[in-house]
């Protein structure tokens, strides 16, 4: 079937990001470098502790903190959307957990160098519109400016209407570390707000369990480019299940390479990961355009189980990876271990050349290769 991409409400205006404004003589020296946000916060804290904390809401902290500071999130539950627009460390305790229900996002990064983690965000909604937990751009004066050399680390993210994660539009960041389920993707690598996502690394998160969609989505949807990113030591079981008939039913891959129209998604490496029961296959390549660039791609020491529990075009039985492309493509595809499927390796349209695809360990496969000449 078709990939239903999913792109993030968040879309509107897009503006460049301009210099912050320096801070005013004296204002850094005057604040604190690290502040405290927790239900019962004060005004009046000393701001020391999570006992002491000064700040009841994390939008009021992060704006309060210079530059280079932090913002201790204590536990609790904060019903907000925060925007992050200067170098800062957002750091949760345990428990600490954002409610973003009727909200665009849960946490958005409008500067460079910023840090998350230890978070739980949950329930970013846009009153039922897809949106994101925690995502590498912001509001600021009503425009999304992304920003890029993010790092988000140790969080939860869940139940969310679009991804748990967006790395979009960014370059040089870095989700690694975290646990995203029950959202329509994982963790997605994307380009919806006038930048390429490029050079970015998803490494040793758990992205299962996410029913609208993939676990991992490399997909180009505005034609900025999806390129040099690397895909790694990630788990993403389970996805795609949410609604129960195949072939139209929701789906989703492990991890997916895709573009519906223009651009491409290429010099990518997806490795050491681990895929299973997913509802298209553990890896999978969906470019639906002639003429769309995905060369260069690597795909190689991954273990895959049994995949495309809800099939996918041309192709109805358990798969390991399916490469589907309205074009010529060429992949390499070497030192995977493919357990339990009909189909180890599904082409469809094309032609698809596998580099390497002598050289993976097919395991109670019934056919190692198969094909199709017609992919849409």
Known sequence: ???????????????????????????????????????????????????????????????????????????????????????????????????????????????????????????????????????????????????????????????????????????????????????????????????????????????????????IALADHTGKGIFGNVVTRNVSDDNGLGTPSAPNASAGSGVILAAPAAGGVYDNVVAGNTFDGNGHAGFDVHAHAPGLNFSGNVVTGNQIGVNNLRTSEGDPDTTGIYLGDASPLAITVAGNVISGDHFGIFAAGGPVTVDGGQHNDFRHVAVDSASTPAFS
């Open 1 to 215: 079937m078709r990939h239903a991409f999913v792109r993030s409400a968040l879309i509107g205006v897009v503006g460049t990001a301009t210099a912050l404004p320096l801070l005013a003589a004296g204002t850094a020296s005057a604040a604190t470098s690290t502040v405290y946000v927790s239900p019962s916060g004060s005004a009046g804290g000393a701001d020391h502790s999570c006992a002491s904390a000064a700040y009841q809401s994390v939008q009021a902290a992060v704006g309060a903190v210079p530059a280079g500071g932090t913002v201790i999130v204590c536990a609790g539950t904060y019903h907000e959307s925060v925007t992050v627009t200067k170098p800062i460390r957002l750091e949760g305790r345990r428990g600490a957990t954002i409610d973003a229900a009727g909200d665009s996002y849960g946490v958005g990064v409008a500067a460079p160098y910023v840090t998350v983690s230890g978070l739980t965000v949950e329930n970013a909604s846009v009153g039922g519109t897809l949106a994101d937990g925690i995502v590498t751009a912001g509001r600021v004066n009503g425009i999304m400016v992304p920003a890029s050399h993010v790092t988000i680390t140790g969080n939860v993210t869940k139940d969310n209407a679009g991804s748990g994660i967006d790395l979009n539009s960014t370059s040089g960041s870095a989700a690694y570390g975290n646990r995203s389920a029950g959202n329509a993707v994982g963790i997605n690598v994307s380009d919806d707000f006038g930048q390429p996502a490029a050079h970015n690394q998803v490494s040793g998160n758990v992205t299962s369990d996410n029913p609208g969609g993939c676990g």
